[in-house]
């Protein structure tokens, strides 16, 4: 995995967790509504993040699109990575 | 359902092998606190729970305990990585290797298997809820002697970061707890005893 990938993977995984820690937070609080300006506005940049980067290096999930051949096996497992 | 995505919830950087510290992470990969029995404990108990704030953080917090069983499972993996059987058999996990060769298994730091009797599922959601915040302070305990046993800036990094995952998941059961109170009194005032 090059630098630029894994710079770029870690990025998602921050939003990503970004996301889950305003959610959980909202999960008791669903009235707040700054938490929630915030999480939509994660969510937006997570999905534009996530969209680009299977785009470049390929799926992380099997819900997303692929090149032939199914490229979902190819592409690195979490524990394998060097991070 | 659930859906797997292939990137772990925080990055596992490991300076070197360290068997014995591998040993000693068992006990959040199958051990009484551990990530398995935070996620299993979490998601069973929520078909009975009252309130959806209640439901919601059960999910939630139950799914999240199941990317930290995954990162410990990483550590494992990459403190084990490579080494020969003697290297094992050396730190104390030849007992290991005679019954799963070099893959994980959910197992404590003493090689005891897991097992459901480390958690408990009650349809009173207060003896519940209670279960769960001792459980995370449980847990926060454990990575603070592990983070003692490490000399690995990587590992004590990652663990720091799970370490402080417990403490949030406290403060969210507790929240969940006054929730639930309110609920019981105004609400659903009537119980079955």
Redesign the interface.
Known sequence: MTREQLEM??E??AL??YV??L???L????NNRQALEDHNMTVRKYQDLKMDYVRRYG?????CVSEYPWQYIE?????E??? | MWNYEKILQYPVKVSKNDLEMAKYLYAQYGGPDSELSAGIRYLTQRYFIPTDEAKATLTEIGTEELAHWEILGTLIYKLTEGLPVQALRDAGLGAHYAQHGKNLYPHDAAGVPWTASYIQSHEDPIATLHENLAAEQKARATYEYLINLSNDAGVIDTLSFLREREVVHFQRFGETLDIVRDYLENEGGRRDY
Do not use: Q, R, V
């Open positions: 993977l870690k998602l995984m990503d967790f889950l820690e959610s959980l937070f999960n008791t609080h669903p799926p992380l999930c099997i819900g592409t690195a497992w979490p524990w990575i060097e991070y």
